[in-house]
């Protein structure tokens, strides 16, 4: 690549060998206020040093890059999982490939500036793997002493006898990413419907101009048989067919969109396709339309537009999602498009994974917390984000149903956000099915009459005209 440059280049890439040697800046024109912002590791001493001499020209730095893929190439070939620090790792390659960890820690900005100068914006038109990423990884690696961990995994659990190694750099400690902000701002805003524990912020209040939200947690069915989406419990026929009795009933009365959480997507198509056979899906189904996210990403983005068709024309919808999917992630159902969230179940992540466990181990071993407060304090705050899809302004309201028992107990139910608890009746806990749809019509018999936007406490919103007046 930089030979076919050097024919037309060349003046460019001596000026940036010149600029290297000098110590200048090493992203081209970007200015210095921005360089923080580009740079996957944001040290100062990464963006204050000179990049080192080995790397400077750029063919000296493509040969560099073409050893360290070897080197990755060559730790894909095992038959073990294996786990690894950023220190072992950077030893390693500093053995097996020669390159030290000062060139490392400048992989990333090395790439930049040599993009900058030749004016190339995709890496991919030349190269066939995304020399990028590798820069990220060996900027990352060679930067950071602790807080990562190097993952390699020979085959996918699910197919064990089909050789498909992948290599995974594993962040442990978010704080690293936020650091460089709170070091460069004096006030920085956090708005999020999830944050907790929220004392770890500072106090503020959190009103509505009225009770537009109705918690509640279903532990049991209506033939008083607890449901659950513990191990022991989700294959049972009667969890089965409880919840897909609760989702029936909550179809026949409530208007417009509904959605649906599961804690997987296998535990969804298992779930699906028993109340197919047993014929609760055609009785939901005369209610309501069904939609159902996928894997596939056109084929999701085309169930959520035919989802909000339905809604707009008034018949309503249901949408069948998985919490940490892409859905859970980034998608508002405000409005008529979400007037009533099931979460089946509780979001537990996978504890088989390498990832988790290496995480775990990092928590456990560096803040003294317990394996089982973070998967819990992680699997409820995943279940809110869920559930908070329900409201997404003051003139919004809707139902919050947490199915599964464990949810009544206060270890759990304590973990969610303060916006939820202050709204969460003793009344609407350990409730049944039944329980349930009495609420919910109270609920929405309330949401239909007529609502002042100033509040009868004559508090003003940012709804309110006079508001806007002044």
């Keep these: ?135 990220d990884f060996a900027t990352l690696v060679g930067t950071y002493t602790r807080g990562f961990s190097i993952i390699i995994e020979p085959f996918d659990e699910r197919m064990p006898h089909i050789p498909d190694p992948v290599l995974q750099l594993s962040c442990h400690d978010a704080s690293l990413a936020i650091k460089p902000v709170f070091d460069r701002f004096q006030s920085v805003v956090i708005t999020s419907g999830t944050l907790s524990p929220i004392d770890l912020y500072p106090p503020f209040t959190m009103s509505l101009t009225r009770d537009c939200i109705c918690p509640m947690v279903l532990t049991r069915g209506s033939d008083q048989l607890p449901f659950s989406t513990k191990f022991d419990m989700r294959s049972d026929l009667g969890v089965v067919r409880n919840y897909g009795r609760l989702l029936l009933e909550m179809a026949s009365i409530v208007p417009d969109g509904i959605v649906c959480f599961f804690v997987s997507y296998s535990y969804m198509d298992g779930i699906v396709n028993s109340w197919n056979e047993n014929g609760i899906l055609k009785e939901i189904i005369q209610h309501k339309l069904v939609f159902i996210e996928t894997q596939d990403v056109v084929e999701t983005t085309l169930a959520l537009d035919n989802y909000r068709k339905a809604c707009n024309c008034g018949r309503g919808a ?35 994974s390498k990832i988790l466990l290496a995480r775990l181990e990092y928590l456990r071993d560096t803040f003294q917390i317990k394996e089982g407060d973070f998967l819990t304090f992680d699997a409820l705050r995943q279940a809110a984000q869920c559930v908070g899809q329900v409201i997404r302004s003051k003139a919004d309201y809707g139902m919050m149903i947490f199915a599964d028992k464990r949810y009544s107990r206060h270890d759990k139910r304590s973990k969610l956000p303060g916006w939820i608890l202050s709204h969460l009746r003793d009344a609407h806990l350990n409730l049944s099915t039944d329980m349930a749809l009495h609420i919910a019509r109270e609920f929405l018999r309330k949401m239909a009459q007529p609502y002042d936007k100033a509040g009868s406490s004559g508090k003003k919103t940012l709804l309110s005209k006079k508001m806007w007046r002044r």
């Design 318 to 352: 249901i949408f069948f999602s998985v919490a940490r999917g892409k859905v859970a992630e980034g998608i508002d159902f405000d409005r008529h498009y979400g007037r009533l969230v099931i979460m089946f179940g509780v979001p537990f992540q996978y504890t088989l």
């Design 1 to 135: 690549m930089v030979g076919r440059f050097k024919a037309t280049d060349a003046g460019r890439l001596r000026a940036e060998y010149n600029r290297l040697v000098e110590g200048l800046a090493q992203r081209g024109n970007l200015p210095f206020t921005d360089t923080w912002l580009s740079n996957p590791a944001l040290p100062d001493d990464i963006l204050k040093e000179a990049v080192p001499g080995n790397i400077r020209r750029a063919e000296h730095f493509l040969h560099v890059l073409r050893r360290l893929v070897q080197y990755l190439e060559g730790r894909l070939e095992t038959d073990n999982v294996e786990k690894e620090g950023p220190v072992g790792v950077v030893a390693s390659i500093d053995t097996h490939a020669g390159i030290d960890q000062k060139t490392l820690k400048f992989c990333y900005d090395r790439l930049h500036s040599l993009m900058m100068t030749l004016e190339i914006t995709d890496t991919d038109e030349f190269l066939h793997i995304h020399i990028q990423t590798i820069c």
